[in-house]
């Protein structure tokens, strides 16, 4: 069972807190990155706001479709600017995560023996699942 202070820490771990416009938890990295945003006003405390980050959604390419007890396999991507990771899943699934920066581009990729062409949106995320 989680304690209280458990579950604060996860929740200053994956929030960041704003009260009228003072950050009350920074880390190294810039609050914005946080997969959500939490903002109280202290004149009245009706006012809350909350949304949810472009890192929240990155993380859910991960959480949704890497199950418990995934394998990390090798993956091979012939364009640099596409970073990739594959995993197999307990139950045999195949799993790959690529990330595209740069512009829009077709790439090759190898996993485990299997080969595709997949056309990539310019500053994209995807999961691929077979």
């Known amino acids: 069972m989680l304690s209280v202070v458990g579950v604060i820490t996860?929740?200053?771990?994956?929030?960041?807190?704003?009260?009228?416009?003072?950050?009350?938890?920074?880390?190294?990295?810039?609050?914005?990155?946080?997969?959500?945003?939490?903002?109280?006003?202290?004149?009245?405390?009706l006012t809350l706001g909350q949304?949810?980050?472009?890192?929240?959604?990155?993380?859910?390419?991960?959480?949704?479709?890497?199950?418990?007890?995934?394998?990390?396999?090798?993956?091979?991507?012939d364009v640099e600017s596409v970073k990739h990771v594959a995993f197999v899943n307990p139950d045999g699934e195949y799993v790959v995560v690529l990330v595209n920066?740069?512009?829009?581009?077709e790439i090759s990729l190898e996993v485990k023996g299997r080969y595709a062409h997949i056309p990539v949106s310019e500053s994209s995320m995807m999961t691929l699942i077979f």
């Open 101 to 105: 920066a740069g512009g829009a581009t």
């Open 10 to 45: 996860a929740i200053f771990y994956f929030c960041m807190f704003e009260l009228s416009g003072i950050a009350l938890i920074r880390h190294s990295f810039r609050y914005k990155n946080a997969p959500f945003l939490v903002s109280f006003s202290i004149p009245n405390c």
């Open 51 to 77: 949304m949810i980050s472009s890192a929240f959604w990155a993380i859910s390419h991960f959480s949704k479709y890497v199950k418990r007890g995934a394998i990390h396999i090798d993956s091979v991507c």
